[in-house]
């Protein structure tokens, strides 16, 4: 549905950008672009740009309208406008950014492309085809896609593209003065990008493919482009009386920890699937469970894990999660519906005996059918049938010994003559059992950044095997510090760094 929805978008794009933008609303561009990507779970700092993004808009010519301004869990170095005033900022573009300053320069040059109506209309046939190339990315996840319909909007940037970026600059620049921000510090932002941009093409280049990246119309360097620092020139004119300085302590404070690279925190997992990273330990289930909570339970899709002892041997307190459309074995239909079955998860205090004297000592368990040993994952366990009576129905009991815990599951019916497709499941729920590997959990862990200060003898290359970096990976801490391709930080000097 994701690739349907990103090429539908370039096909919009290559016939009519202007038109597909007209029909095409900002709330309804702000769902399918949530659709492919999340938004960054970070409230401090989505509520740091919300605030410098309004404080942008009430020195312009919108003062007073209602802005959205979004922070996406993407780490591309991206920002974009879209219609009914949405702006949309990458986590990863933070990651570029030196100081407040700087991120005021992105907001500022959005805010301009709507302020000067670049994203509606004719005028903006450039400025949507772009948009819609990055949402088709987002959707996508292609690479490919990416490429082929930018390609398309840089041949339309090539017109009167340049001249809109140049009027956003200049919008912007204005509304930073007028904050009380240099506006030279929309220079360095470009600067940096420029860099990033050579950096990515040679990349690029090495593999045989193109890159296009943000902003991206000069074909000189931003320092040495005259137009560019024509139009910051003139913003000096609205410079506020009172300087707020560059805002870096505040920026570093706030981005300290910010996620570098891929997120995989956010990476979609198994949805089947159980993960308690506390514990340790994971295990999968039937397609088509739901969850649901109480107090006491630990949850995911399909089932429910309680933490309490009493739940194993009482399951009038745990919280029960019900099959709905769930498939058998043998892949045939399933009669279940939801509410008729539930599996629940234990962890209690281990003891020395074995697990099947667990059960019966212990968990009080009087009888047992067809009970036999489990070993799922290698692990010691035990497991059988506790017979229903009068109008009880069968459950599934097993226990399993992990570290100093013994995880008891619980499978139950509604109704006797439900139990045998039900156990089927429960018994290969329960057979996918295993504790999560420290491989899995240190994967699970993605790169942050973090701020050291620079002594006499530090150097990027110091700083690179120190932290175990790829030649290409110190290329990176040259650009996000501004010093690439070859500068070195001075004595003093705040650093970024990136690491697990």
Known sequence: MKHYLALSLIYLALLAPGQAMAKV?????????????????????????????????????????????????????????TRDNYVYVNRGLLNYVSNEAQLVSVLAHEVGHITRKHVTGQEGKATGAQILSTVAAILSGSG???????????????????????????????????????????????SMMKDYELLQKDRARAKGASKQTYHGIFSSHPRNDSRLRTVVGKAQTFQAEQSRGDGAATYRKLTEGLIWGENFLAKETKSQRYSDMTLRVRFDYPEGWAQTNDSKTRSSIGTSVSDAKDAAADKSDSTADSTSNSTSDNSAASTLKSGDAKLTMAPIARTNQTPEEYLYNYLKVSKLDQGSAITPAGLTGFSGILPGGGDKPDSRIAVIYYKLNAFVFTGEVNKAEQFAEADKLFVKSISTFRPISRREIEGQKPKRIHYVKATNATTFEKLGKALKLSTSEVDDLRIINGHYPSGEPQAGDWIKIFKQ
Request: no cysteine; aromatic share 12%.
């Open 144 to 190: 490919e896609v990416y490429e082929a319909s930018m390609a398309y909007a840089n041949s339309l940037i090539r017109g009167y593209g340049r001249r809109n970026e140049l009027e956003a600059d200049e919008a912007g620049a204005e509304y930073m003065a007028k904050l009380g921000y240099a506006p030279s510090e929309m220079i360095s932002m470009l």
């Open 25 to 81: 609303t900002g709330a309804e561009f702000y769902k399918e672009v949530l659709q492919g990507t999340p938004l960054y779970d970070d409230p401090a700092l989505d509520s740091y740009i919300r605030k410098l993004g309004e404080e942008v808009v009430a020195q312009s010519e919108m003062a007073g309208e209602k802005f959205i301004f979004t922070l996406l869990d993407s780490p591309d170095l991206n920002a974009f406008a």
